[in-house]
């Protein structure tokens, strides 16, 4: 039905900037909002940012005024700029969409595969 296409991650030393792209396709009817989680090992899964169709934002306590949000709605790409990166943002990185489904009711999360990110000097 959906599918959401993840770039960006990789390797960089502290105090580094990386910039996470995900872009979602299929029969999309709307798209409500957009994140991005990250996992660390042994860890739960926890939100970053998250973007509404409407422009509001939200930020986790440990990435506000390093991260930025981002999206193109025409596009149904979400972006993550990350700046002054830090060893405790390494983690695996998803992109999330809440959206409606072409000819169907009702919304549902999807998920993209994942992209390392990789913090280390």
């Known amino acids: 039905q959906v599918q959401l296409v993840e770039s960006g991650g990789g390797l960089v030393q502290p105090g580094g900037s990386l910039r996470l792209s995900c872009a979602a396709s299929?029969?999309?009817?709307?798209?409500?909002?957009m994140g991005w989680y990250r996992q660390g090992p042994g860890k739960q899964r926890e939100l970053v940012a998250i973007?509404?169709?409407?422009?509001?934002?939200n930020y986790a306590d440990s990435v506000k005024g390093r991260f930025t949000i981002s999206s193109d709605n025409a596009k149904n790409t979400v972006y993550l700029q990350m700046n002054s990166l830090k060893p405790e943002d390494t983690a695996v990185y998803y992109c999330n969409a809440d959206l409606v489904v072409l000819g169907r009711v009702g919304i549902n999360d999807y998920w993209g595969q994942g992209t390392q990110v990789t913090v280390s000097s």
């Open positions: 299929g029969s999309i009817f709307r798209i409500y909002a």
């Open positions: 973007i509404t169709s409407a422009g509001s934002t």
